[in-house]
Structures are given as C-alpha cells and as structure tokens.
C-alpha cells in the first residue's frame, strides 16, 4: 500500500500513517482488528511525502482498510491528545 501526502514544512516523523484493517460489522460499521504504521519511503516528484506498507494480512475473506494520519512526537501524552485527523 502506497500513500503520497503533501507535508508542507513538517518532516514525515512529525505525523503517523496508519493502516486500519478490520471488517463491517452487521449495522454497517468499521470493526477494526489490526492497526499498521506505515514508513516513510521516499519523496515524489511533485515534492509529497510516499509512505508505504508491504501488508500481509493475518486473517482472510472480505478485508476493509481506511488510512488515517495524526500529529505525532515523542512529548505527547497520548496519541490523539491533539485532536487532529485526517484520513487519506
């Protein structure tokens, strides 16, 4: 899995890119079951941040996946603490 994102002025170990695996449940919503951190691969040509994940999935059948990315560093006390998402 491959995603490019424009970072502006922050560097790629300012956010996290995560991969969430699961399935939809019976009312339609996402149950996630696995969360992957995608690495920082390259830059692109249009100056975006690639990030990447060779993703060998530990369960089979009919497998959903949503990408999101978050402020991170070190000092923060939770991951969500700043409230910003987005997903890709």
């Known amino acids: 899995i491959r995603v490019a994102v424009f970072l502006a ?3 790629a170990a300012d956010v996290c890119v ?9 009312n339609n919503e996402f149950a996630v079951q ?3 951190l995608m690495d920082a ?3 692109n040509d249009h100056g975006e941040t690639v990030f990447k ?9 009919l497998l959903h996946y949503q990408i999101r ?7 923060l006390s939770h991951a ?4 910003n998402m987005i997903w890709l």
Do not use: K, Q
């Open 41 to 43: 691969a390259n830059v």
């Open 69 to 75: 990315m978050y402020p991170h560093h070190d000092l």
């Open 9 to 11: 002025n922050l560097n």
């Open 18 to 26: 995560e991969c969430l695996v699961g399935r939809t449940a019976e």
């Open 34 to 36: 696995y969360r992957y």
């Open 53 to 61: 994940l060779d993703l060998h999935p530990e369960i089979s059948g």
């Open 80 to 83: 969500f603490e700043t409230g």
